[in-house]
C-alpha cells in the first residue's frame, strides 16, 4: 500500500486538478463529486426522517456515488491526515460532515479547510489555519433540506392525486405564485388615457426640448385630447419665458461588485444568459482556468450575497488603478452592509486584478470571456472614482404653464473609463440660457399616452424580486427556474421589450397549481412565511435556534392542513374523449405522463389499453388496418420504444405484430460510375439518406455526400 501523507478532499474534478498543483508532492488531491449522501426514500411517508423521533434523518448513498465512496476510503485508509475542502457554504460544510461520517474522520479534530478563490495563495493559508466543521451550519442546511423534503413529498403526491400537478415545494411554488399573481395583476388592468406636451427649441444652432411639469403650480395631469390640444395651441402662439436657471456638478456612483443574484440578472439583460448557463460558466472560471503556464482560479466563490472585498484585493487593485489609468482615478471603496447577507463570503470579483480579460482572452470560450469581462470590470469600477456631470436644467414657462429643460454633459468619466460598455454616458446638451430670455417653441407636441400593466418576469426580474423578498438562496435560484420551467408551469415567451427579452408565462396547470396552494395553505406557501423561514435558517447557522424548535413548529400546523386538503380538495376527473376502449369497453380518458398526453382505458390498472392522443379530425378519419390474421380482432396503431407500430388491439394476450414493408428504392436518374446500374436513394441503418448503387451488394459504390466532397476538394 502506497501511503499519502496528505489528502484533501474537494468537490469538483476539476479544482482538485487545479489545487494539486499547488500543493506539492505530499498532497494528493481528489473529488467527491458534490454530495455523496441524500436522504433516503424509506420510511413513514417515503420521507427519510423519523419525525416520531425527533426528526431523525436517514441518509443513503445513491447507486452513482458508490464506486467513487469506495475509491475515497480506499484513498483515506491510505492517508495520514485527511482534509476536507469541499465548497465554502452551508451546503459544502453539509458535504464535509457527510464525508466524514461516511469516510470515518474524526469530526473532533481540525481537518476543515475553506478558501474563497482557488489560486495558491488562498489554498495554502487555508491549508495552514484547519478547523473543526461548523455543526451549525449542518444543522441549517439539514433543517432546510428536511424542510423541503417533507413539504415537497406531502404537497406533492396531494396535488398529483387531486389536479394532475406534477410537483410542489417550498420555494418553487412562492417563485411561481409571483408569476402567477403578477398574470391576474395585467389581466385585471383597466389602461388609463393620459397625455404629455413637450417644446422643441432652437438656441445657438442647438437643439433641445422641455417637458410640460405644471400647470397653475400643480402637477401636470392631462387625460383627455381637447385639454390636451388646448394647451398645444396656447403654447405655439405665445412666446416662453426662461424663469431660474441652475447648474450643479452631480456625482453618479459606480455599482458594488456582484453578488449571485445581481450577476445573474446582469448576465440575462447583458449577455442573454440562463441563471443555469450562467452558473455553469462561473462555476468554471471558480475551478480554475489553464492561462498558459499555469491552472488557476479566475474569480472568488460565485454563491454569495455580500458584497464586501479584502482589504488584500483593495490594495492591489488601487494600485493598479493609480499605476494603469491614474491617481485621479482611484476610487474609495464603500461596502454596502446587507443585514440579510450569510457566511463570511466576498462579493464575486477577479482573483488577480492583473489578469485583464485583454490579456488572457485567448484561453476562454467566448462565453467564458464574456463573463470574466463583466465580472472584472464590475469589480474594477467599484474601485474607482465616481463619474462628474455638469447638470444645467432651467424652467421655461408660457401663460400658467411651467416647462422643464435639462441637459447634461460628461466632464470627468472616472469609473466610466472601464465601464463604458455596460452603462450609458452620453451627453445631452443644453444650451445657456439666461433668465427672463424670451424664446419662440418652432413646435409643441401633444402626445396621447395609456398606462401600461406591469411587465411579466423576465428571468432578471424574478431573480430580483426573489432576492427582494427573501425567497431562497443566490444558490438556489438557478434550479428553481429551471423546476417550474421543466414541470411546465411556466413558459419562457418573446415579450414585446425586444426580442432578446423573454418573459414567464404561466400555463393552465401552473395558474391551477398556485390557486389550489392559495385555497388550501395560503399559510405557508407565500412570500413572508418563506422569507420568515430563511431568517430562520439564518438563525440555526448562526446557533441563535435549534434546529429541532423549528422543525416543530412548523411540522404540526403544516399536516393539519395537509389533512384538511386531501379530505376537501375536489379531485379532478379525467377528460373523457367520447369512445370506449376496444379492449373492455370501458369509457377512454386523457391521462398525462412525463412524455406528454395520452389516452387510456379509465378501468386502469385492471385495463391497462393506452394509444397516442390524436386530434378530432385524426379520430374521425382513423385508418382501418384490418383485422388480426390470428384472433379477428381489429388492428391498432401502438408505439414501443423504437416508434409507432401495427399490432393486434388484443395485446398481450395476442403478440401479432404487422411486419412493415420495405420501400422500394427510387432511383435519382444517374448512373453508377463503377457498374454502369442506376444509382437509387437509401435509408442507412442509423435512419441517414444517402444515394448508392442499386447493384448492392455486388457493387458497394456510395455517393460522396457535400461534406465528403469538399473535404476531397480540399485535399486534392
Known amino acids: 500500500m502506497n501511503k499519502i501523507k496528505n489528502l484533501v478532499i474537494v468537490e469538483s474534478p476539476s479544482k482538485a486538478s487545479t489545487i494539486e498543483k499547488y500543493l506539492g508532492k505530499d498532497y494528493e488531491v ?40 469506495k475509491q475515497l476510503k480506499d484513498e483515506v485508509r491510505k492517508a495520514d491526515n485527511v482534509l476536507l475542502a469541499t465548497d465554502p457554504d452551508r451546503e459544502g460544510e453539509a458535504i464535509a460532515y457527510h464525508l466524514a461520517n461516511t469516510l470515518n474522520i474524526p469530526l473532533d479534530q481540525d481537518n476543515r479547510i475553506v478558501f474563497h478563490e482557488v489560486t495558491k495563495p488562498a489554498v495554502q493559508k487555508a491549508i495552514s489555519e484547519p478547523r473543526q466543521v461548523d455543526m451549525d451550519l449542518v444543522d441549517s442546511q439539514e433543517t432546510r433540506r428536511m424542510l423541503d423534503r417533507i413539504i415537497g413529498f406531502k404537497l406533492s403526491t396531494l396535488l398529483n392525486s387531486k389536479i394532475k400537478s406534477k410537483s410542489a415545494g417550498r ?14 395583476e395585467i389581466a385585471a388592468f383597466v389602461p388609463e388615457e393620459y397625455w404629455t406636451i413637450t417644446a422643441d427649441f432652437l438656441k ?41 436657471v441652475s447648474e450643479e456638478v452631480k456625482h453618479r456612483k459606480p455599482k458594488l461588485p456582484y453578488i449571485t443574484s445581481t450577476l445573474q440578472q446582469d448576465a440575462a439583460n447583458k ?71 450569510q457566511d463570511a463570503h466576498e462579493a464575486i470579483r477577479p482573483t488577480n486584478v492583473e489578469n485583464t480579460p485583454e490579456k488572457i482572452a485567448s484561453h476562454l470560450t467566448n462565453d467564458e470571456l464574456k463573463l470574466y469581462k463583466m465580472i472584472y470590470y464590475r469589480t474594477l469600477a467599484a474601485m474607482m472614482a465616481d463619474a462628474l456631470f455638469n447638470s444645467r436644467t432651467a424652467r421655461l414657462d408660457c401663460l400658467n404653464y411651467e416647462f422643464t429643460a435639462s441637459g447634461r454633459t460628461l466632464i470627468f468619466d472616472g469609473y466610466l473609463k ?69 414541470r411546465e408551469y411556466v413558459s419562457l415567451q418573446k415579450s414585446n421589450e425586444g426580442s432578446r427579452i423573454k418573459v414567464f408565462v404561466p400555463t393552465e396547470q401552473g395558474i391551477l397549481t398556485t390557486e389550489k396552494l392559495d385555497e388550501y395553505f395560503s399559510s405557508i406557501i407565500n412570500v413572508k412565511y418563506t422569507s420568515d423561514m ?29 389533512d384538511n386538503a386531501k379530505e376537501n380538495m375536489e379531485k379532478i376527473a379525467p377528460v373523457k374523449v367520447g369512445r370506449l376502449c376496444p379492449q373492455c369497453g370501458s369509457e377512454l380518458v386523457e391521462r398525462k405522463s412525463k412524455y406528454g398526453v395520452f389516452i387510456a382505458c379509465s378501468n386502469y390498472p385492471k385495463c391497462k389499453y393506452h394509444e397516442d392522443k390524436e386530434d378530432e379530425n385524426a379520430q374521425q378519419e382513423k385508418k382501418d388496418y384490418g383485422t388480426c390474421p390470428q384472433c379477428g380482432n381489429p388492428l391498432v396503431e401502438k ?5 409507432k407500430f401495427i399490432a393486434c388491439s388484443n395485446y398481450p394476450t395476442c403478440k401479432y405484430i404487422q411486419k412493415k414493408e420495405k420501400a422500394a428504392p427510387v432511383e435519382t436518374g444517374e448512373l453508377c460510375p463503377e457498374c454502369g446500374s442506376p444509382l437509387v436513394k437509401r435509408k442507412s441503418r442509423y435512419g441517414k439518406d444517402f444515394i448508392g448503387c442499386s447493384n448492392y451488394p455486388k457493387c458497394r459504390y456510395i455517393k460522396p455526400s457535400g461534406r465528403k466532397k469538399a473535404e476531397k476538394a480540399k485535399d486534392e
Do not use: W
Not at 307 to 326: C, D, H, T, W
Not at 551 to 561: K, S, V
Not at 639 to 643: D, I, L, S, V
Open 30 to 69: 481528489v473529488a467527491s463529486k458534490g454530495h455523496i449522501n441524500d436522504l433516503a426514500t424509506s420510511g413513514k411517508g417515503h420521507l427519510g426522517i423519523d419525525v416520531e423521533n425527533g426528526f431523525t434523518p436517514t441518509y443513503t448513498i445513491s447507486s452513482a456515488k458508490k464506486s467513487i465512496v
Open 171 to 184: 420555494v418553487q411554488s412562492v417563485a411561481l405564485k409571483l408569476i402567477v399573481d403578477r398574470e391576474k
Open 204 to 244: 445657438d444652432k442647438k437643439d433641445f426640448q422641455a417637458q410640460l411639469t405644471k400647470i397653475d403650480g400643480q402637477k401636470a395631469e392631462i387625460a383627455h385630447e381637447q385639454e390636451a390640444l388646448k394647451i398645444r395651441d396656447d403654447c405655439l402662439n405665445n412666446e416662453f419665458t426662461v424663469g431660474e
Open 271 to 341: 449577455l442573454n444568459f440562463t441563471s443555469k448557463k450562467t452558473m455553469s460558466i462561473a462555476q468554471r472560471l471558480y475551478e480554475g482556468v489553464n492561462i498558459g503556464s499555469t491552472t488557476t482560479g479566475l474569480i472568488t466563490y460565485m454563491r454569495t450575497d455580500a458584497a464586501r472585498l479584502s482589504p488584500v484585493f483593495m490594495a492591489q487593485a488601487r494600485e493598479f488603478i493609480k499605476e494603469n489609468y491614474g491617481e485621479k482615478y482611484c476610487g474609495y471603496f464603500h461596502q454596502k452592509v446587507d443585514k440579510n447577507a
Open 418 to 486: 472601464v465601464y463604458k460598455d455596460y452603462e450609458s454616458a452620453e451627453d445631452k446638451e443644453l444650451p445657456l440660457l439666461e433668465k427672463d430670455e424670451r424664446l419662440k417653441a418652432q413646435d409643441v407636441k401633444a402626445d396621447q399616452h395609456f398606462t401600461e400593466p406591469p411587465l411579466r418576469y423576465s428571468e432578471a426580474r424574478l431573480i430580483k424580486a426573489m432576492e427582494e423578498n427573501g425567497i431562497g438562496r443566490p444558490s438556489t435560484y438557478a434550479t428553481i427556474i429551471d423546476t417550474i420551467i421543466k
Open 534 to 562: 430563511e431568517k430562520q435558517l439564518d438563525d440555526i447557522a448562526e446557533g441563535k435556534l435549534a434546529k429541532l424548535d423549528s422543525l416543530n413548529q412548523f411540522y404540526d400546523p403544516f399536516m393539519e392542513l395537509v
Open 639 to 643: 408505439r414501443g420504444k423504437y416508434g
